[in-house]
T-cell receptor, first 113, second 114 residues
Framework: QQQVKQSPQSLIVQKGGISIINCAYE??????FPWYQQFPGKGPALLIA?????SEKKEGRFTISFNKSAKQFSLHIMDSQPGDSATYFC????????????FGPGTRLSVLP | GAGVSQSPSNKVTEKGKDVELRCDPI?????LYWYRQSLGQGLEFLIY????????KSGLPSDRFSAERTGGSVSTLTIQRTQQEDSAVYLC????????????FGSGTRLTVV
């Protein structure tokens, strides 16, 4: 119940295309869902996050779509750029669940020029 | 400081030696976390500190691992009698409160046990 599943494991997209990464969770106590972006040699950095009271959140080219009934959420990167090439982690946490985030295993995105 | 600072950035040690990894969180952040990231893998939770409360040690993989946080600020992760399987990047993160607002991660310490 504490697991967050993430797919695909790796993704290759042409420049200008749409990158889509999907995550699923089981624990209904989760109520905060962030996405982290990690470049080689760096720690993960918070990219965008959503709470379950909304179905979508958009920040620039990055959009989170959230389906509470299916317990799924996804990250969409529009107009993908080579600079977006990184590893992306979804995560979940809940105020009443515990004090640490549960992370998905990560998706390695490569955007071809 | 402006971000989470970790030192050293790289550490090579011989099997069986003890190592200490340091984390200096963002000033004012009461919550501090340690995670481990093995090559090409996700983030494995190790330990969590919140203010003066007893730490959540539920993620520590063995009794060779321990951590402390002095004065509610700097934290040290200690690995005793290191093994080759301890080789990984050790990431520290801090947050304002109970983590619900998202973490700020340091760049990590890459530990190699030879």
């Amino acid at each position: 119940q504490q697991q967050v599943k993430q797919s695909p494991q790796s993704l290759i997209v042409q420049k200008g295309g749409i990158s889509i990464i999907n995550c699923a969770y089981e624990n209904t106590a989760f109520d905060y869902f962030p996405w982290y972006q990690q470049f080689p040699g760096k720690g993960p950095a918070l990219l965008i996050a959503i709470r379950p009271d909304v179905s979508e959140k958009k920040e620039g080219r990055f959009t989170i779509s959230f389906n509470k009934s299916a317990k799924q959420f996804s990250l969409h990167i529009m107009d993908s750029q080579p600079g977006d090439s990184a590893t992306y982690f979804c995560a979940a946490s809940g105020f009443n669940y515990g004090q640490n985030f549960v992370f998905g295993p990560g998706t390695r995105l490569s955007v071809l020029p | 400081g402006a971000g989470v600072s970790q030192s050293p950035s790289n550490k090579v040690t011989e099997k069986g030696k003890d190592v200490e990894l340091r984390c200096d969180p963002i000033s004012g952040h009461t919550a501090l976390y340690w995670y481990r990231q093995s090559l090409g893998q996700g983030l494995e939770f190790l330990i969590y500190f919140q203010g003066n409360s007893a730490p959540d040690k539920s993620g520590l993989p063995s009794d060779r691992f321990s951590a402390e946080r002095t004065g509610g600020s700097v934290s040290t992760l200690t690995i005793q009698r290191t093994q080759q399987e301890d080789s990984a990047v050790y990431l520290c993160a801090s947050s304002l409160s109970q983590g619900i607002y998202g973490y700020t991660f340091g760049s990590g310490t890459r530990l190699t046990v030879v």
